[in-house]
C-alpha cells in the first residue's frame, strides 16, 4: 500500500511500504495519568481487594463492552428460540387447559429478551444498560414461575427449578458489575420463595428448606462470580501496564529513529535519512514515478570561515544556512538533509530539471540575501553557496548513487567555474552572478 515516509522536520513523500500496524484499543486509558496510577496501586495490592475507581470502571466497560454485549443479544436469541420451542411442545404434549394458561405468561418472555436484545445493541449508559438488563431478567424469570404456576401441580415446582437455572446460567455468563449479578440473583431467591410459598402441595418447612438450599448454590455461585470479575479486572490492569510498556518503549524507539536520521547540529536530516529516501523514491513503480531532482549545495569557502571567525560561529552558521534553505524549498514535498560537512542535499520530487534549476537559484540568492559574514571568501564579503543540479525525467530508470555522483559532479564544475553559482548536470552554461552585490 502507499504511505508517507515523513522527514525529520515533518515533511513527507509518498512511498511504497507495507500496511501500517492498527492503534491500539487501549490508547486512551494508557494514555490518561490518573488511571494509570490507579492501575499501579491495585497492582501492588492483593488481587481480592481490586475495586475499580469510576474511570478505572468506564474504561474498562469501553474495553470489554463488544464482546459483553454480543454475549447477552446471543443468550436473549436463545431465550426466545427456547421459549418457542417449549410452548410447541406444551401445545402437542400437555392438556388444552394447561398449555393454553401458559401461553400467556410465556409470551414475556420474548417481550422481555427482545427489549434487552435492542438495548444492548448499542453503547448506552451504564445505569440504562444495567436497569434494563436487570428488570428485563426479572421479568423472563417471573414468567418462568407464572408458567409453572399456570400449570399447577408438578409443573409448579420443576419450572421453579428451571427458573432457578436460568438465573443461574445468567449470573455465570454475563460480564456485568456485580450490583447486577447480586439483582438477578436476589429476583431469583425472591421469586423462588414467593411461589413456593403458595404452592399448595408443599408445606412451609418443605418450602424454607428446598429455598435455603438453592439460596445457598445461588450465593456460591454469585461469589464465584465475583472472583472471575476480580480476576477479570486484573487481566485488564495488567494489560493496562502492558499496554503503558510497548506505548514507552514505541515512544523511545521513534525518539531512537529520529536521533539516527536527524543531524544534531542544524535539526535538518542527515546523510542517512536522504539515501534512504532517495532510494524509496529511485525504487518506486513505473506508473508512480515522476521527475526527480537533486540539489547538492556546498558553502564557500567556508574553512577560511572557520579559520578567521571560529568553529563557533561556523556551526551558527551551517544552523543559519540550514534554515535559509529549508524555508526556501516546498513545504511538505522537498527534503532538506545535511550530506556533511559544510554541504547540504535538497531532493525535489517531481521536479523537472527547469524547475529545479528555479530553486536552486532562489537558494543561492537567499544565501547571500542574508549576509552573513565570512571575511575568508574570495568571491564577496558574505557567505555565498554553489549548487550542482542532477535530474531525471519519469521515464528514466536511476539509482540514488548515479544522481548523486551527477549532483557532485555538477558542483564541482559550479566550485571550478568561480562558486557562488548553480550548475545543471550536462548543461553548457551555469548561473553566473554579476557580481556580489547582484548576487544579494
Known amino acids: 500500500m502507499v504511505a508517507a515516509m515523513h522527514r525529520p522536520n515533518g515533511k513527507s513523500i509518498q512511498v511504497q511500504k507495507g500496511s501500517a500496524t492498527g492503534t491500539s484499543s487501549l490508547t486512551n486509558a494508557v494514555s490518561d495519568p490518573d488511571i494509570m496510577r490507579e492501575a499501579e496501586r491495585l497492582l501492588g495490592g492483593r488481587t481480592r481487594d481490586i475495586k475499580f475507581s469510576a474511570a478505572l470502571e468506564r474504561a474498562f466497560r469501553d474495553r470489554t463492552w463488544r464482546q459483553t454485549a454480543k454475549i447477552i443479544r ?99 455468563t454475563f460480564s456485568v458489575a456485580m450490583p447486577t449479578i447480586w439483582g438477578i440473583a436476589t429476583s431469583s431467591l425472591v421469586l423462588y420463595l414467593t411461589f413456593q410459598l403458595h404452592n399448595p402441595r408443599i408445606g412451609l418447612p418443605e418450602a424454607l428448606a428446598a429455598f435455603f438450599f438453592f439460596a445457598s448454590g445461588v450465593v456460591a455461585v454469585v461469589f464465584a462470580r465475583r472472583t472471575m470479575s476480580v480476576l477479570a479486572n486484573k487481566a485488564f490492569l495488567l494489560e493496562l501496564r502492558d499496554g503503558a510498556r510497548l506505548a514507552a518503549l514505541t515512544e523511545a524507539n521513534e525518539r531512537l529513529d529520529h536521533l539516527a536520521k536527524v543531524d544534531p547540529l542544524t535539526g535538518v536530516a542527515n546523510r542517512r535519512w536522504m539515501t534512504e529516501l532517495l532510494t524509496a523514491l529511485a525504487g518506486r513503480p513505473d506508473h508512480l514515478r515522476g521527475s526527480t531532482s537533486l540539489l547538492m549545495c556546498d558553502i564557500d569557502y567556508f574553512k577560511p570561515l572557520n579559520d578567521r571567525l571560529g568553529h563557533a560561529h561556523g556551526d551558527r552558521c551551517l544552523v543559519e544556512v540550514a534554515a535559509i534553505i529549508d524555508q526556501s524549498v516546498r513545504s511538505g514535498s522537498d527534503h532538506v538533509a545535511r550530506y556533511g560537512g559544510e554541504e547540504f542535499l535538497v531532493i525535489l520530487p517531481d521536479t523537472t530539471a ?40 519519469g521515464d528514466q530508470a536511476w539509482s540514488a548513487d548515479e544522481l548523486q555522483v551527477e549532483a557532485d559532479l555538477a558542483l564541482y564544475r559550479a566550485k571550478k567555474e568561480g562558486r557562488n553559482r548553480t550548475v545543471l548536470f550536462g548543461a553548457a552554461e551555469s548561473s553566473k552572478p554579476a557580481s556580489a552585490a547582484g548576487a544579494a
Open 74 to 172: 446471543s443468550w436473549m436469541v436463545w431465550v426466545i428460540v427456547l421459549d418457542g420451542l417449549t410452548l410447541s411442545m406444551n401445545v402437542l404434549l400437555l392438556p388444552r387447559a394447561q398449555a393454553i394458561a401458559m401461553l400467556s405468561p410465556g409470551l414475556i418472555i420474548p417481550i422481555a429478551a427482545v427489549t434487552i436484545w435492542w438495548v444492548w445493541q448499542e453503547r448506552r449508559p451504564a445505569w440504562l444498560l444495567d436497569g434494563v438488563l436487570n428488570v428485563g431478567m426479572f421479568l423472563i424469570l417471573l414468567a418462568v414461575c407464572w408458567m409453572g404456576a399456570a400449570a399447577g401441580g408438578l409443573w409448579q415446582e420443576r419450572y421453579l427449578y428451571v427458573m432457578v437455572f436460568v438465573g443461574i446460567a445468567g449470573i455465570t
Open 354 to 393: 527547469e524547475e529545479a534549476l528555479v530553486v536552486a537559484e532562489q537558494i543561492r540568492k537567499n544565501v547571500a540575501r542574508a549576509a552573513l559574514p565570512n571575511p575568508g571568501s574570495h568571491v564577496a564579503t558574505v557567505v555565498t553557496i554553489s549548487i550542482g543540479v542532477a535530474a531525471r525525467t
